[in-house]
């Protein structure tokens, strides 16, 4: 992806905007972008920078990412958000061409490493609430105060916020920025030099150290064996707007990455705001379980949509008649009876009882989150509440006061209650 139209390589000390931005080291990729740690010489700061691709299209996206971008960050105060700032914006002549870069305000790790880092086991609730309750102020940032869609939540697009902000503080944090490659480093031939390693080496530790990536947040350094985030407080915030929209400004019918798809993106029967509370009810259930609430797979006789949609109504019952042919796509999956088509006979598993009998819940937790869940899962768009009003919801009053967690050790082992593999698919 290094060609004309591609990525564009970059070394450690190289310089961006004139010399203000310094690369530091590469924090991640995307399909679309290579995202670097940069220091900022103007704010003696550590940015992220975004470096999109420069063939037409994703100088496309990034011209919109950054419009979403400005419109959220303008005049607001961007802390409270729970949402990315995005600081400056220019582009960037390299050999593969001319390239559109972000800089963002510089985050910690993702939810989803968050979620690897422990072992897939799901985090304390009391975690779960307080991540929850970031990502609905950010939600309802996006929807009441910009009429925006995130249109493709899920955990590895909300990052966590280091507690001590090196982006704002670097001299406590205890780092010096590289600011210029040594004598001798340049490499024309690809052969890392040993001062080459050195400074990675160097870069990755200062990353270590002020996004916590060796740590489960943002700068704590726990045991490896207790990483569960007990006495920080923890806060995060919702990147990567390349596929956001205005709620009246739609431009992809197929939104949303598969797992944290709602059921009217799969009908092709429209859809608003409420796309991104599915997805974060979705993203709730793997804070807390360590599991995707839903994986479906194609199989004989039938699609990964098909299966998509048998797994939903295990879950949460039958959709509503009126629901399930209300789609431009309904009749493919739908008999007139609002009956699946290919896969007939459905094993019914409330979410309630799935949290305690595999996942060892509580009776009195199980009962707690389903309720704070399955508004949130409703089959018919209009009815889920809205961040607004998920805000208010008992489930997130009083965190502060929640006591350490309740689950029993037992919880590491789940019980398979082989809850899709009773699905009786029928073939055509
Ligand atoms: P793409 O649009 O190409 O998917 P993203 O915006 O999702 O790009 O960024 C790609 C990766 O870069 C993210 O998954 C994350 O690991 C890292 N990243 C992005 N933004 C930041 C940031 N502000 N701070 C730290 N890391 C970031
Ligand atoms: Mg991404």
Same mark, same amino acid.
């Given at each position: 992806?290094?060609?004309?139209? /591609?990525?564009?390589?970059?070394?450690?000390?190289?310089?961006?905007?004139?010399?203000?931005?310094?690369?530091?080291?590469?924090?991640?990729?995307?399909?679309?972008?290579?995202?670097?740690?940069?220091?900022?010489? !103007?704010?003696?700061?550590?940015?992220?920078?975004? #470096?999109?691709?420069?063939?037409?299209?994703?100088?496309?996206?990034?011209?919109?990412?950054?419009?979403?971008?400005? &419109?959220?960050?303008?005049?607001?105060?961007?802390?409270?958000?729970?949402?990315?700032?995005? #600081?400056?914006?220019?582009?960037?002549?390299?050999?593969?061409?001319?390239?559109?870069?972000?800089?963002?305000?510089?985050?910690?790790?993702?939810?989803?490493?968050?979620?690897?880092? *422990?072992?897939?086991?799901?985090?304390?609730? *009391?975690?779960?609430?307080?991540?929850?309750?970031?990502?609905?102020? %950010?939600?309802?940032?996006?929807?009441?105060?910009?009429?925006?869609i995130h249109s493709d939540l899920k955990p590895e697009n909300v990052l966590l916020v280091s507690t001590i902000d090196p982006g704002k503080d670097p001299v406590r944090s205890g780092l010096t920025p590289i600011l210029e490659r040594p004598e001798g480093s340049i490499n024309g031939g690809g052969v890392t030099s040993l001062i080459e390693k050195k400074l990675k080496r160097r870069a990755r530790r200062a990353v270590a150290k002020i996004?916590?990536?060796?740590?489960? =947040?943002?700068?704590?350094?726990?045991?490896?064996? +207790?990483?569960?985030?007990?006495?920080?407080?923890?806060?995060?915030?919702?990147?990567?707007?390349?596929?956001?929209?205005?709620?009246?400004?739609?431009?992809?019918?197929?939104?949303?990455?598969?797992?944290?798809?709602?059921? +009217?993106? =799969?009908?092709?029967? %429209?859809?608003?705001? &409420?796309?991104?509370?599915?997805?974060?009810?979705?993203?709730?259930?793997?804070?807390?379980? /360590?599991?995707?609430?839903?994986?479906?797979?194609?199989?004989? /006789?039938?699609?990964?949509?098909?299966?998509?949609?048998?797994?939903?109504? +295990?879950?949460?019952?039958?959709?509503?008649?009126?629901?399930?042919?209300?789609?431009?796509?309904?009749?493919?999956?739908?008999? $007139?009876?609002?009956?699946?088509? $290919? =896969?007939?006979?459905?094993?019914?598993?409330?979410?309630?009882?799935?949290?305690?009998?595999?996942?060892?819940?509580?009776?009195?937790?199980?009962?707690?989150?389903?309720?704070?869940?399955?508004?949130?899962?409703?089959?018919?768009?209009?009815?889920?509440?809205?961040?607004?009003?998920?805000?208010?919801?008992?489930?997130?009053?009083?965190?502060?006061? !929640?006591?350490? +967690?309740?689950?029993?050790?037992?919880?590491?082992?789940?019980?398979?209650?082989?809850?899709? *593999?009773?699905?009786?698919?029928?073939?055509?």
């Open positions: 992806s290094y060609r004309k139209g /591609g990525y564009h390589a970059v070394r450690v000390a190289d310089q961006f905007a004139g010399g203000r931005y310094i690369a530091q080291r590469k924090l991640g990729w995307g399909q679309f972008s290579t995202v670097w740690l940069a220091y900022d010489t !103007t704010t003696s700061a550590y940015v992220a920078l975004k #470096i999109q691709k420069s063939a037409a299209q994703f100088v496309q996206a990034a011209l919109h990412e950054i419009d979403v971008l400005t &419109s959220l960050s303008d005049g607001a105060d961007m802390d409270s958000k729970c949402v990315v700032h995005l #600081i400056d914006h220019f582009k960037h002549t390299g050999p593969n061409g001319q390239h559109l870069c972000m800089v963002l305000e510089f985050l910690g790790d993702s939810l989803l490493r968050l979620i690897k880092y *422990n072992r897939y086991k799901g985090l304390p609730l *009391n975690k779960v609430r307080e991540i929850c309750k970031c990502i609905l102020i %950010g939600l309802d940032y996006l929807h009441r105060e910009h009429g925006i996004s916590g990536r060796s740590s489960p =947040i943002g700068g704590i350094e726990a045991p490896k064996s +207790e990483r569960n985030l007990d006495g920080i407080d923890v806060r995060c915030k919702v990147v990567d707007f390349g596929n956001a929209c205005w709620a009246d400004k739609q431009f992809a019918e197929e939104i949303q990455t598969r797992q944290y798809r709602a059921p +009217e993106v =799969i009908l092709h029967a %429209g859809y608003s705001f &409420s796309v991104d509370m599915w997805s974060f009810a979705c993203i709730a259930f793997e804070l807390a379980t /360590g599991d995707m609430l839903f994986t479906p797979k194609d199989g004989q /006789g039938f699609s990964e949509d098909e299966d998509h949609l048998a797994l939903m109504m +295990e879950l949460l019952g039958k959709m509503p008649r009126k629901v399930a042919t209300s789609g431009a796509k309904s009749k493919d999956f739908f008999d $007139r009876h609002g009956d699946l088509r $290919r =896969i007939r006979r459905l094993k019914f598993w409330p979410l309630s009882k799935l949290l305690v009998v595999r996942y060892k819940f509580s009776e009195r937790d199980a009962h707690e989150f389903s309720e704070f869940l399955s508004p949130l899962l409703d089959f018919a768009p209009e009815k889920r509440p809205t961040a607004q009003q998920c805000l208010q919801h008992p489930w997130l009053q009083g965190i502060e006061s !929640t006591p350490n +967690e309740m689950r029993n050790e037992s919880s590491v082992e789940k019980v398979d209650v082989g809850m899709s *593999n009773l699905q009786i698919k029928v073939g055509k």
